[in-house]
């Protein structure tokens, strides 16, 4: 959508030709491939195994399923032709949104926000299956949140034909998931929607990444404890640095447009160009 690297940790798994392969897209290809196996699994007559993949969470309690705090993710029971429709959708969102978020706060992050998503709605159901029985399947929710962590990143983004920015957008989905889940008693879903928000949007914010918010900073700055006394080093004279060579600074940033074009680039390595660049104009004048 950008095509703009951000993070320094962004790197692909691997190349195929000259198009990257990175995260988003392995986890998409790992979904469908799931959702094919699944049909004809369901075809043959072994629906019966799904529920030891699906959330329970009387089972994770009583028989020590752990397992389906992740696997239920995974699990796309193709129960109607439309289910296969709204799953398309789903991939081409997290194919769309995933990429920008990978890009963003880079490929080790992107892996801790999947998980983090996978986990973290499951084990609130799974204290709340103390008190109740709760069920899930299905990546929807986890995707979801990829898209909430998008607009936390990228929050003045106008949606398409949409021409709405996509904080917009978020806000408004939040808002009908929450009073559908209350007007049908869904405290599952209730459960999931809300932390799985709180996960994207906490894991965005405490990584410093998307616009300032001014709000925050005024609050954080509030608890923070104020110094009772201001301590003023000593002054001494700054040693005066000689510029670097700009040319052996800047040849492999340029080798590496040359080869790979210049959306490769770091956010450092876009810096180092700024830098050279404003070194040659002043030495021209």
């Known amino acids: 959508m ?28 790992l979904h469908v491939l799931l959702m094919v196996l699944t049909c004809f699994v369901v075809a043959f007559g072994g629906a019966g195994y799904l529920p030891y993949f699906i959330f329970d969470s009387a089972q994770v309690l009583a028989l020590g399923r752990i397992w389906q705090i992740a696997t239920y993710a995974f699990v796309h029971a193709p129960y109607a032709g439309m289910a296969l429709l709204w799953f398309a959708v789903e991939m081409y969102m997290l ?23 996978l986990g973290v709605p499951t084990f609130f159901l799974l204290l709340a299956g103390f008190w109740a029985r709760f069920g899930l399947a299905g990546s929807a929710m986890v995707h979801f949140g990829i898209f909430i962590a998008f607009a936390a990143i990228f929050p003045h983004v106008e949606m398409f034909f949409l021409r709405i920015q996509v904080k917009w957008i978020a806000l408004v989905l939040i808002a009908i998931g929450t009073l559908a889940a209350l007007a049908s008693h869904d405290w599952a879903g209730l459960i999931t929607l809300w932390t799985t928000l709180a996960t994207a949007v906490a894991f965005v914010r405490l990584r410093g990444i998307g616009p300032e918010l001014v709000w925050w900073n005024d609050l954080k700055s509030r608890w923070q404890p104020k110094p009772k006394f201001h301590v003023v080093p000593r002054s001494s004279p700054r040693r005066v640095s000689e510029p670097e060579n700009v040319h052996e600074s800047i040849d492999p940033v340029l080798e590496k447009i040359s080869k790979q074009g210049i959306n490769s680039l770091t956010a450092s390595e876009r810096r180092a160009l700024d830098r050279a660049r404003a070194q040659l104009l002043k030495k021209s004048q």
């Open 2 to 29: 950008f095509g703009v690297t951000t993070s320094d940790d962004y790197q692909p798994v691997t190349w195929v030709g000259r198009h990257p392969v990175d995260v988003t897209t392995l986890l998409v290809a």
């Open 95 to 117: 194919f769309m949104f995933g990429r920008e978020v990978e890009r963003s706060i880079g490929r080790r992050a992107f892996i801790w926000l999947y998980a983090l998503l």
